[in-house]
């Protein structure tokens, strides 16, 4: 069996395409996978150090503007869709694939469209509740529309759709809270561990910092934080905070997380964004959490996922025009201080979880190769 897979941009679309990688080659380890990435997209990474094979083709955004930069993007996006089509001919039709699954982002859209024309069966995953314009795009040209969540069937009426949930990975669902502590050099006092996504929230970074500083200098919790690719600002602003962070053990702070899993198993407290995957990630794990949703997603989507957690007292949430250094620590504080309350949250965020839906995927993925044959 061969299996291509697409999709790129954010962690938030490389990491399904990877947990359903890693589950069907537990089952089928004669299977064989190729990823088709992004040019200097993080997925070149991402995939690489989950030990398969990538190709690239290049292909951007449309910008929504209509200044004169914009409007040189998008004639080089245009180019680009036409040219990125031809690259990915060359790569399907040297792969032969059995099927090909898109998760979403840029780069899905020319390898779904073209693996389709060239008579290859193929299936997008949606992973939020408001869908990306690529899955809208390409939704007539695949064998099924695979959903996160039920509430985003109103926007796939005219297609043949089934409810999966989100793929999480392995790691996810078996890494160990005491383990993960030892191999990142954890001691017995509260662990925070904060992100604002693959590139980064500014919001995020400069309310983080204030507690980053703090706990530099009086050691009260350890940190994990990630800045991600925009937020390089961040070491320097915690040493204007009169904090060297060569000098405080208790702080691991990141451009990125790479290894997530371990990372959010060792921790108390998660403070991150809420996106799709992140959110099923933290249920997964019944880990309790402080939200800050971003408010720069198509239909605020991210607020009404947030709130899915908080309505079942599974997470706390802060709306970023309210987000303050101090109001973050105040909250931190409050949650970490009552161990009853956080086992409560994380309680509720595991019942919430879907992990089987790699399983539900893996089925439709055989079922589609067989009725292809």
Do not use: W
């Not at 040219?83 to 059995?98: E, G, N, W």
């Not at 392995?170 to 992100?195: H, K, M, Y």
């Amino acid at each position: 069996m061969k299996i291509l897979l697409a999709g790129g941009g954010t962690a938030g679309h490389i990491n399904p395409a990877l947990a359903i990688a890693g589950y069907i080659r537990s089952l089928r380890p004669d299977t064989e996978f190729l990823f088709i990435g992004n040019t200097n997209g993080m997925e070149q990474r991402l995939v690489s150090r989950a030990g398969y094979e990538i190709k690239s083709i290049t292909i951007s955004g449309f910008k929504r503007g209509f200044k004169p930069g914009d409007v040189a993007a998008n004639l080089k996006t245009v180019r680009r869709t036409f040219s990125s089509s031809a690259q990915a001919k060359k790569i399907i039709q040297k792969f032969c694939p059995d099927i090909c699954i898109g998760t979403g982002g840029y780069v899905s859209g020319p390898v779904v469209r073209t693996a389709a024309r060239l008579g290859v069966p193929c299936l997008i995953h949606e992973q939020n509740a408001y869908p990306g314009i690529t899955n809208k795009l390409l939704r007539k040209r695949v064998k099924k529309v695979m959903l996160a969540v039920e509430a985003a069937k109103k926007y796939f009426p005219d297609v043949d759709v089934v409810v999966t949930g989100n793929p999480v990975r392995a790691e996810i669902l078996t890494v160990d809270r005491e383990t993960s502590r030892q191999a990142l050099g954890l001691d017995q006092r509260p662990v925070v561990l904060s992100f604002g996504g693959s590139l980064g929230a500014q919001k995020i970074n400069e309310a983080v910092a204030d507690m980053v500083a703090r706990s530099g200098t009086d050691g009260r919790y350890q940190h994990i934080h990630a800045y991600g690719q925009y937020g390089g600002f961040f070491p320097k602003l915690i040493e204007e905070k009169g904090v060297e962070l060569g000098k405080a053990p208790n702080l691991d702070i990141r451009p990125y997380i790479d290894n997530m899993p371990e990372c959010m198993a060792a921790a108390d407290l998660v403070i991150c964004r809420a996106g799709a995957i992140t959110l099923s990630e933290l249920q997964a794990m019944g880990k309790p959490a402080i939200l800050i949703p971003s408010p720069n997603v198509a239909e605020n989507h991210q607020y009404h996922n947030a709130m899915a957690l908080v309505n079942a007292g599974a997470a706390e949430l802060i709306e970023e025009s309210e987000l303050t250094g101090e109001l973050l620590a105040k909250k931190v504080d409050e949650m970490l201080s009552d161990p009853d309350r956080l086992d409560r949250y994380g309680a509720c965020a595991k019942r919430m979880a879907i992990t089987n839906a790699c399983e539900r995927i893996y089925s439709i993925v055989k079922k589609v190769i067989e009725n292809n044959r």
